[in-house]
């Protein structure tokens, strides 16, 4: 399994997620300088089960592309497995936010963040962005599976319930 590269978006702009969160273009901008690839690529957010490394990351006009190389460990076998399946496709970041504002968009209170710090990229069963998603398997892209349904109304609106209000 030595080499095997996935790459894909980690995080895309603009549009809000499962948790209410939009990533502003630029947010990355900071971390990316400070921190460079330097980050590590982990299953499902668990920081002792880290699949491999990011080699490459940069922000570009849909969100934040990344490539990774994956480990020689069992997990990350399981995981590439998974992979080639077509069962593990999405993508998610760990971050602390740095710099945000709300805004109501449709009804709902949106976390806007303009800054952040990236801790890590996951691979993810499912995203809070299901279109965070792996698009590559050795350069080679890899087939889109057909999409699913975003976070149901009512998960949305709990999770609305768990932020500040916007400001007036």
């Known amino acids: 399994m030595t080499g095997r590269r996935i790459s894909g978006y980690a995080a895309l702009f603009g549009a809000p997620d499962a948790q209410a969160d939009a990533i502003v273009a630029g947010a990355f901008r900071a971390t990316l300088r400070a921190r460079g690839d330097r980050l590590p690529l982990l299953w499902q957010h668990a920081m002792a089960e880290p699949l491999g490394h990011v080699v490459a990351a940069r922000e570009d006009g849909r969100g934040l592309w990344f490539e990774a190389a994956l480990a020689t460990t069992r997990r990350a076998a399981d995981a590439l497995a998974l992979i080639e399946r077509g069962s593990l496709r999405e993508c998610s970041i760990g971050f602390v936010p740095r ?70």
């Open 99 to 168: 710099r945000v504002r709300f805004e109501r968009r449709d009804g709902r209170t949106v976390r806007l963040i303009d800054a952040l710090d990236l801790v890590e990229i996951s691979l993810v069963t499912l995203a809070a962005n299901p279109d965070a998603r792996l698009t590559a398997l050795d350069g080679r892209p890899l087939e889109r599976p057909a999409a699913r349904p975003r976070a149901p109304a009512a998960l949305r609106r709990r999770l609305e319930l768990a932020l500040p209000p916007a400001p007036a």
